[in-house]
């Protein structure tokens, strides 16, 4: 068994490659509720701010589950919460196409799906930390990172197209096989957390908290804007005269330039000027988010590709902080994190859906600029979290 100092390189490609796959598919019940929102507000009736809301729903279960879900991946094994993580995250999925005749159902079966979301989010950092050794780590979360806009890319491709030939809810049942497909796969797993970490406090992981928090808060406030964004494209460009299927193109072209970033941060090392770093991605993504408030079509386009690309890009290089700052639960940190971003994913779709209805996108877009701009600060004035990793 590969640990996190050296040793084989066959169980290492094996954790990153699902952790890879994880990334790809414990996000897909927003993904789809997002890339499809324009069918699924036509055949349910629902307004941009119900449609909102219904994402919204997804990441507040979310959050709650992943503010414990890290320290159940910790003690339970990355093998058995990977399998638990997939079998929740695909009956969400089966729930949503049964049931999501109804507003209620949708509501329901994303709920679930924000249980399984809680539960996957935390193990691709569990899976990397355990099997990966210390220098080939920074391209492995860059890797693990992309996996995200990865499957916001292949949705947005595929989606609108599949949308075309089949129902909304035939295109959740297949998504439902992609994910079910993680069950059948041989999973890497180091000992669980409390035979490995002997007589560790459950809290120590999180000891010191308060660098640990302002990373949460900044990734609260960036995934405010970046959920909005993936949530609310489709929709927005459409209201700008966009047809459907270019607008999923053109959120498609964003999560290529975010993987390159992300890729590019790995190879980088993503350790080096990494605070500096974070900080003026986040503060070029804010200028992104205002060329879309801008209202112009050409110019919201470009945005929506700086507010992706450079705005979301940097996140590789926080999961490899905080894998060295708490290595002893790599899940319950992770879990912690991501839980601000998850609570950031109800903020964001509730504040733009609300506005693009009641005001403008303009007013939206406007707001998200001010969620990253507050995020490049905190990481800037954050030095704690990088001295400590050093």
């Given at each position: 068994m590969v640990t996190g100092t050296g040793g084989e390189t066959g169980p290492a490609r094996r954790a990153v490659t699902l952790a890879v796959l994880l990334g790809m598919t414990y996000m897909y019940p927003a993904y789809l509720a997002g890339t499809l929102g324009v069918a699924i507000r036509l055949d349910l009736g629902?307004?941009?701010?119900?449609?909102?809301?219904?994402?919204?729903?997804f990441y507040a279960v979310s959050a709650l589950s992943m503010s414990f879900g890290g320290r159940v991946a910790d003690r339970m094994g990355a093998r058995r919460a990977l399998r638990?993580?997939?079998?929740?995250?695909?009956?969400?999925?089966?729930?949503?196409?049964?049931?999501g005749g109804s507003w209620a159902?949708?509501?329901?079966?994303?709920?679930?799906?924000?249980?399984?979301?809680?539960l996957g989010g935390p193990i691709g950092a569990l899976l990397i930390v355990r099997n990966v050794r210390l220098s080939r780590r920074p391209m492995a979360f860059g890797i693990e990172r992309a996996s995200l806009p990865a499957s916001t890319l292949l949705a947005s491709?595929?989606?609108?197209?599949?949308?075309?030939?089949?129902?909304?809810?035939?295109?959740?049942?297949?998504?439902?096989v992609a994910v079910l497909v993680l069950m059948a796969l041989r999973v890497p797993d180091a000992p669980p957390l409390e035979r490995a970490g002997g007589a560790a406090r459950p809290r120590a992981a999180l000891t010191p908290l308060g660098?640990?928090?302002?990373?949460?808060?900044?990734?609260?406030?960036?995934?405010?804007?970046?959920?909005?964004?993936?949530?609310?494209?489709?929709?927005?460009?459409?209201?700008?005269?966009?047809?459907?299927?270019?607008?999923?193109?053109?959120?498609?072209?964003?999560s290529a330039v975010i993987i390159a970033v992300r890729l590019g941060l790995g190879l980088g090392?993503?350790?080096?000027?990494?605070?500096?770093?974070?900080?003026?991605?986040?503060?070029?993504?804010?200028?992104?988010?205002?060329?879309?408030?801008?209202?112009?079509?050409?110019l919201g386009l470009i945005g929506m590709l700086i507010a992706g690309g450079a705005g979301w890009g940097w996140t590789g290089v926080i999961a490899l902080v905080i894998a060295e700052a708490y290595p002893e639960g790599p899940?319950?940190?992770?879990?912690?994190?991501?839980a601000g971003g998850s609570a950031g994913g109800i903020v964001g779709p509730l504040a733009v859906g609300a506005a693009a209805q009641y005001s403008s996108y303009s007013l939206g877009w406007g707001l998200a600029a001010v969620f990253v701009a507050l995020a490049s600060v905190l990481v800037f004035v954050n030095r704690a979290a990088w001295k400590e990793t050093r």
């Open positions: 629902l307004d941009s701010a119900a449609l909102g809301l219904t994402i919204s729903v638990l993580a997939a079998g929740v995250t695909g009956a969400s999925l089966v729930g949503v196409a049964v049931s159902g949708l509501l329901v079966s994303l709920a679930v799906g924000g249980v399984g979301s809680g491709l595929a989606l609108p197209l599949l949308a075309t030939i089949m129902h909304w809810r035939l295109v959740f049942l297949v998504g439902t660098p640990l928090l302002m990373i949460t808060v900044a990734f609260f406030l960036c995934a405010a804007a970046a959920n909005a964004l993936s949530g609310f494209f489709v929709d927005y460009g459409v209201t700008a005269g966009l047809s459907q299927s270019a607008a999923g193109t053109a959120l498609a072209v964003g090392r993503g350790r080096r000027h990494g605070r500096l770093t974070v900080a003026a991605l986040m503060a070029v993504g804010a200028c992104g988010f205002l060329l879309l408030a801008s209202g112009d079509r050409v899940g319950a940190a992770s879990g912690l994190v991501q």
